[in-house]
C-alpha cells in the first residue's frame, strides 16, 4: 500500500538558516504530493503540492520538487524565520478511487531568533 | 474568503455523555471528512462523504458516526466518549476524490 516516510524530528534551526526536511514515498501509479504545515493549536494548511513528475511546488519561500526517480519530495527554505515553527506533514494521494491522504508522522520545526 | 468552519473550537465533554462537532464549508465542495489526531501524530481519518454518500473506515469505532443534511455542513457525533476519544477533530473538504485537501481549524475535545 502507499507510505509516505519523512525525516524525524524534531528540528532546530537558528533564523535564516537554510531548512530541509527530507519525504519519500512508495505509491502505485502517479501520486500527487503534498506539504502540509501544522501550526500550535491549528489545523493543517496546505503548503504547497505537485502532481506530476518534475513539477516544483512553491510557496512563501518554501519549495519541493517531485523526483519520481528517487521517490522524492523533499521540502526546503533557503533561509527560515521564527514563524516557521510548526509541525510539518508530507502526504500523498493516489487519486482516482483512492479519496485517502497518507501522511508521514510529521516533523516538527523550531526556529530560534 | 471561501474557508472551513468549525465549532466550537474546544470542547468538554463527561465521560458516557454524547457530544456533537460541527463543520461548515463555504468551498462547494462535494467531498468532506472527519479526522481524528492525537498528540504528536499524524490525522486518522475515520470516514468521509462524497456528496451524500458515506464511507466509513474499517477501523472507526462504532462509537463515531456522522451526519451530512447538506453540502454546506457535517457533524461528528460520539455517542459515548471515553477518555481515550480526547483528541483533536479535524474536518476537511475536497471538490473531488484525490484532490488536495482543506482543513478547518479543529475542535479540542477534553473528556472528563
Known amino acids: 500500500g502507499d507510505s509516505v516516510t519523512q525525516m524525524e524530528g524534531p528540528v532546530t534551526l537558528s533564523e535564516e538558516a537554510f531548512l530541509t526536511i527530507n519525504c519519500t514515498y512508495t505509491?502505485?501509479?502517479?501520486?500527487?504530493l503534498f506539504w502540509y504545515v501544522q501550526y500550535p493549536g491549528e489545523g493543517l494548511q496546505l503548503l504547497l503540492k505537485?502532481?506530476?513528475?518534475?513539477d516544483k511546488g512553491s510557496n512563501k519561500g518554501f519549495e519541493a520538487t517531485y523526483r519520481k526517480e528517487t521517490t522524492s519530495f523533499h521540502l526546503e527554505k533557503g533561509s527560515v524565520q521564527v514563524s516557521d515553527s510548526a509541525v510539518y506533514f508530507c502526504?500523498?494521494?493516489?487519486?482516482?478511487?483512492?479519496?485517502?491522504?497518507?501522511f508521514g508522522k510529521g516533523t516538527l520545526l523550531t526556529v530560534n531568533p | 474568503d471561501a474557508m472551513v468552519i468549525q465549532n466550537p473550537r474546544y470542547q468538554v465533554t463527561q465521560f458516557g455523555k454524547p457530544v456533537t462537532l460541527s463543520c461548515s464549508q463555504t468551498?462547494?465542495?462535494?467531498?468532506m471528512y472527519w479526522y481524528q489526531q492525537k498528540s504528536s501524530q499524524a490525522p486518522k481519518l475515520l470516514f468521509h462523504?462524497?456528496?451524500?454518500?458515506?464511507?466509513n473506515e474499517a477501523d472507526t469505532p462504532d462509537n463515531f458516526q456522522s451526519r451530512r443534511p447538506n453540502t454546506s455542513f457535517c457533524f461528528l457525533d460520539i455517542r459515548s466518549p471515553g477518555l481515550g476519544d480526547a483528541a483533536m477533530y479535524l474536518c476537511?473538504?475536497?471538490?473531488?476524490?484525490?484532490?488536495?485537501?482543506?482543513f478547518g481549524p479543529g475542535t479540542r475535545l477534553t473528556v472528563t
Open positions: 476537511a473538504t475536497s471538490s473531488l476524490m484525490g484532490y488536495e485537501q482543506y
Open positions: 505509491a502505485t501509479g502517479y501520486p500527487s
Open positions: 505537485a502532481t506530476k513528475a518534475d
Open positions: 502526504a500523498l494521494s493516489s487519486g482516482g478511487s483512492n479519496y485517502k491522504l497518507t
Open positions: 468551498l462547494n465542495h462535494n467531498v
Open positions: 462523504y462524497y456528496d451524500k454518500d458515506f464511507n
